[in-house]
């Protein structure tokens, strides 16, 4: 049975509330209009795929929860009605309402025709599903199918009408999960028990609070987005003229942006996702590390400490194991793992996308944005993090999506004009969705 990890449920209690809510979402432009009956074959194509499952709670303590499958969805979220380019990223903000890692679909499918003569597309799902890069590795599996003609319905039926064969075959299955649900419980303990005593041996040090952010009102919501495109041969070019890569380029893009937005700090302490995979995996496969960006860096100094990074993971305070988080209740586990990956800045790297990703059918795309919104966040539930990036590559350009927490962002557009601003600074052409 596939059960959930240590990320998986971090996200997970951010759904209930215990963090900041967390959704990603694929969005993809097109130059001209996609048909409803394209889109109906995409979903259908989700359906029964890596992203149809919902959480099950296990009945034996400390048997870790469990993914089973689940083909309920949404339904596609299509109007012909036309929107205004200006409404995009507005409009795809709103699509991380109503999903339901346990209880109900987790992801949405949804799209619009735009001013342009052209579409866009959002894939929205549940981080407690899959992080940035099983998002994509779900997409690339969907649209592959629907391209290679493959897409087949699949039926749900329940225990009542079916052969007494495959109802007895069904409770072979419950009882072999019972038994799982022991031996996995047993393997939780036991590596909780023995890690927990040898960090105990140690010591734990103490773990310094994290800082508390700026907060307005109650219900107030600071939250603002943007996609900027750039040209990958340019971006590749600056990059190495000044001794660094596309990444430490990207992450010294996005905290010179925090100090132009008026961060008031002379660093800024940047959280780096890194990818854990050993093979393409829709869940959530990914650690932590972290620098510290002065105002004196360059990206040839970024590449450097981001190199060193890498090699030192974020871990569980003072040598705990991480599975302690999982057999803990979850109040007890939000509070011990509280604002663990959170820093000034988030800089996410996702990669160069599949070539599967950049049409939509046969509609070709002008761009293919990756990024994080946070549905149903106040600004009482703000966390430190201020500026998050996300950066892909689709073809021949790069995409960077921001989304702005920071009381000093105005607007989506104006966080926009910053971005070229700061990119044109280092010889960048930025041009904003």
Known sequence: MDRLG???????????GLGTPIALQGLWRTVDRVEPALLHRIHGALRPGPLGRRVIRSRVPGARRAWQPNVRAHPLDFME?????DELLPWADTLGAGLDPEFGPAWRLAARWLADGGSVVALTCSHALADARGLVHAVDAALREVVDGAAAAHAVSADAGRPEAEVEAGDARSRCARESEWADAFR?????VGGTIRALRHGIPERPAPEEPVRAG???LRVHGAVVQFRADEWDRVAGEQGGTANSLFIHLVATLLWDIGFPLPAIAASLPVDTRDEPRVDNDLAMTEIVVDRADTPATLRKKARAAYEHRMSSPGGMPEQLLQVIPDRWAHALAKGAGERDILCSNIGTLP???RTIGGHPCVGVAAR???PGLTAARLPRTRLS?????SGDGYILSLIGLDPGIESGSALAELAVHAASRLGLDGHPW
Do not use: K, M, N
Not at 81 to 85: A, D, E, H, R
Not at 188 to 192: A, K, L
């Open 372 to 374: 994080a919104i946070h």
């Open 389 to 393: 990036g996300y950066l892909c590559r």
């Open 188 to 192: 939780q303990w036991s590596t909780v």
């Open 218 to 220: 109650a219900d107030e």
């Open 355 to 357: 070539d599967s990703l």
């Open 81 to 85: 009605s036309t929107l205004p380019l």
């Open 6 to 16: 240590v990320v998986d449920e971090i996200f997970l209690r951010t759904h209930r």
